[in-house]
């Protein structure tokens, strides 16, 4: 069975400070993986999927199949990066699409 | 053009009473997904729809929950006898087609359920 780990429920760090939050995975087949973020009062969205191998407001994640791991980085947080963030594993599965979400992290960035 | 769009926005009711909870995809999205979101338990998955085909309803948490989806469009999660431990957030999201890392759900604003 596949599960998303996320071990952190809360990360606070200051403006400017390097910021990673963690995300484990276990998956016998090749993963699809995937960030998304919810700021306060608005909806979940996707944030950034590792297959794009893209930046979004300046997070990065890299997928190490060694490690089983998808963490999200960023150098240098910014206050409105505030909100929590959850990482996701899809798998396809006979025409099934089976999602799995970790029980996400909440980072606060102090000013 | 126009996001998910779910109703109602906050439902509150008692114990043993049934709702049906409301989701309006995106236009053109083949792929419809409902999630359940507790206090500190993350997202969990309920069911997804291809179509008005539910593929796998396994992630159903007991029989008093149903969906269904009608032309492709509209889908309504129903709790039968709703319970207090079914008070959660309850969010739909749509896909242009299921699965993998080329698809990307987009959220509905979610409904808030209350159970007294």
């Known amino acids: 069975a596949q599960r998303v780990t996320q071990p952190e429920k809360l990360l606070s760090v200051f403006k400017g400070a390097p910021v990673e939050l963690k995300c484990n995975y276990s998956?016998?087949?090749?993963?699809?993986l995937f960030w998304y973020v919810q700021y306060s009062r608005q909806r979940l969205q996707l944030l950034l999927r590792h297959i794009s191998r893209e930046s979004i407001k300046g997070f990065t994640a890299d997928l190490n199949k060694g490690e089983t791991s998808f963490h999200l980085k960023k150098p240098f947080a910014q206050e409105e990066d505030s909100a929590m963030y959850y990482c996701?594993?899809?798998?396809?599965?006979?025409?099934?699409?089976?999602?799995?979400f970790g029980r996400g992290t909440s980072l606060i960035v102090h000013p | 053009g126009a996001g998910v769009s779910q109703s109602p926005s906050n439902k509150v009711t008692e114990k043993g009473k049934d709702v049906e909870l409301r989701c309006d995809p995106i236009?053109?999205?083949?792929?419809l997904y409902w999630y359940r979101q507790s206090l500190g338990q993350g997202l969990e998955f309920l069911i997804y729809f291809q179509g008005n085909s539910a593929p796998d309803k396994s992630g159903l948490p007991s029989d008093r929950f149903s969906a269904e989806r009608t032309g492709g469009s509209v889908s309504t999660l129903t709790i039968q006898r709703t319970q207090q431990e079914d008070s959660a957030v309850y969010l739909c999201?749509?896909?242009?087609?299921?699965?993998?890392?080329?698809?990307?759900?987009?959220f509905g604003p979610g409904t808030r359920l209350t159970v007294l």
């Open positions: 996701a594993l899809s798998e396809v599965k006979g025409g099934s699409y089976i999602p799995t």
């Open positions: 236009s053109g999205h083949t792929a």
């Open positions: 999201a749509s896909s242009l087609a299921p699965g993998g890392g080329t698809d990307t759900q987009y």
């Open positions: 998956y016998s087949g090749s993963p699809e």
